[in-house]
C-alpha cells in the first residue's frame, strides 16, 4: 500500500473477527515499528501482545477505570498489545538530569510515534486496531506482571475487522497551519 494511502485509510476499530492474527504478522508489524525514530535513538518502548482470554478479560472487566466502550472493545477483540516503555532514559542525561524543560514527556513522545507506526503496519498487512487511551495504568501493569522499570503508555487493541469505519471529521488544513 502506498504510504499516504494507508496513512488516510486507516481507522480505528472497535469490532473484530474471531480470529487470531499470527506471530509471524504480528512480528512483521513490530519489525515496521521499530524503525520508528526515537529520542537519542533510545528505543524504550516494547509491545506486550496479551493472547489469554482471562488476562484479556481481566483487563476488559477491571481495567478501564469502567469505560464500558473500551471494555467491549477489548471484549470482542482477540489480542491487545499493551505499550510500555522503559523508565528514565528517554528524555534524560546521563547523569540522571532532564535535558529539556518537557522532562520525561518525550517517553511519551515515542510512544506514540511507535504506536502510530505500528498501528499503519497493522493496516497495511489488513489488521485493524484502535488506541486505547482510558485505562487504569497500574492494574493493567499489574495484570500483565509488567517487568520492575517499565510502565504502561498505552494500549492497542487488535485483530482483523469486523467494520468498515467511516474517518471522523477532520480540521482543514488551513485550520491547522501556520506559515511563518
Ligand atoms: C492517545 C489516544 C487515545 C485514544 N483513546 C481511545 C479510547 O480510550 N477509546 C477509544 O475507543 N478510542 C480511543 N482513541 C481513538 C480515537 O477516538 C480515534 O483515533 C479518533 O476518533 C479518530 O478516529 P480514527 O482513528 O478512525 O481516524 C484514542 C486515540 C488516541 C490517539
New binding site residues.
Given amino acids: 500500500m502506498e504510504a499516504l494511502e494507508c496513512i488516510k485509510t ?3 476499530i ?1 469490532k473484530f473477527e474471531d480470529k487470531a492474527v499470527d506471530h509471524d504478522t504480528v512480528n512483521a508489524i513490530i519489525d515496521a515499528a521499530r524503525m520508528a525514530p526515537s529520542w537519542k535513538n533510545t528505543q524504550i518502548v516494547r509491545y506486550n501482545v496479551v493472547e489469554n482470554r482471562d488476562v484479556l478479560d481481566h483487563i476488559a472487566n477491571d481495567c478501564v477505570l469502567g ?1 464500558e ?2 471494555q467491549k ?1 477489548i471484549s470482542r477483540a482477540p489480542q491487545l498489545v499493551v505499550v510500555s516503555m522503559i523508565e528514565k532514559r528517554c528524555g534524560y542525561e546521563r547523569d540522571g538530569s532532564f535535558t529539556t524543560s518537557k522532562e520525561d514527556r518525550w517517553e511519551m513522545f515515542d510512544a ?1 510515534i511507535a504506536s502510530q507506526t505500528f498501528c499503519l503496519a497493522a493496516h497495511d498487512k489488513g489488521v485493524g486496531t ?5 485505562f487504569d495504568e497500574s492494574k493493567v501493569a499489574e495484570a500483565i506482571s509488567l517487568p520492575e522499570g517499565e510502565k504502561v503508555a ?1 494500549l492497542i487493541v487488535m485483530g482483523y475487522p469486523a467494520q468498515e ?1 467511516e ?2 471529521k477532520r480540521k482543514e488544513v488551513a485550520d491547522l497551519v501556520r506559515y511563518l
Fill in positions: 486507516r481507522r480505528s472497535r469505560f466502550y473500551n472493545t506514540g484502535v488506541i486505547l487511551g482510558i498505552a469505519c474517518a471522523p
